[in-house]
């Protein structure tokens, strides 16, 4: 049909800056998962650990409620690095299941449906589309990990009168060093997964058998040739002994000979952060070619 009045303009509303255009990706994508109320529910129960700690710093400072429960300051033990590294291994804990539930749907639902060109043939990277994509997640996972654990640091400094924060001001850093590493780690994890398998069930399974799978193998070798660098294929391990190393004490539920050297964990880190982003340049493009 042929058109005879030219009444087409272009867009004269206001741009988003360039900067922000990836977080149109998290907006959109809040809105289906909180649509979910088991998310919901779930997404609230991480709140429950930071609350109790909460309670706990508060009772430490407050003589007269312990008075009333019958306690002393001792009775509930010093707030020190032990007290934030139990913080940050709970909250990194329920981060990865709070991965597993939206994690592997991020990007294989736009493979699916053939949308990435639709991404793409915007003024819209194939970087700002993956960073898109994982902010769902480091927004999410920041929520309950370093922002409430600095929020703690916080309170405990500001309620102790003494010399407790010229002593543990480290252990702001450490908390929010690790909880980064973490989030990264996560993402990537869970981008990266769900790019290169489809079905929800199995990128889930997958996420699980990334840390279950090499932590048996990683037994296996240490234990046949009696030596520690088997874990350098062990996530838990590798996660494990950076904590380690940040917060300045014991590892959680691992044994010393176990304790892989910081600059290894780091690195070992660093190789399969480097991995994930290669497979995601693989699978991450505007078209795909079918053979």
Known sequence: MAVYEHTYKPYAGPLTPEWSRFLIIPRH????VFKSKLFTGFFALCFVCPLVMAILIYLRH?????????LTPGSLGPINA???QVFTAVQTSLAFLLTVLIGPVLISRDLANNALPLYLCRPFSRAEYVIGKMSVLIILI????WVPGLLLFAFEAYLDAGPWLAN??????SIFVMSWAWIILLSLLSVTMSAWVKWRMAASAGLFGLFIIPSVMGL?????LRTRWGSLIDLSTIMKTIERSLFRTSTLSMPDWMVLPTAAAWIMLGLFCTFC??????KVRAYEVVR
């Open 62 to 70: 407050n003589v007269a409620a312990l008075a009333i429960f019958n």
């Open 29 to 32: 994508a809040y809105r289906d």
């Open 82 to 84: 032990f007290f934030f």
């Open 168 to 173: 543990n001001y480290w252990i702001a850093g």
């Open 220 to 224: 296996t070798i240490n234990g046949v």
């Open 277 to 282: 982003l290669f497979l995601l340049t693989r």
């Open 142 to 145: 920041s929520a309950i990990t």
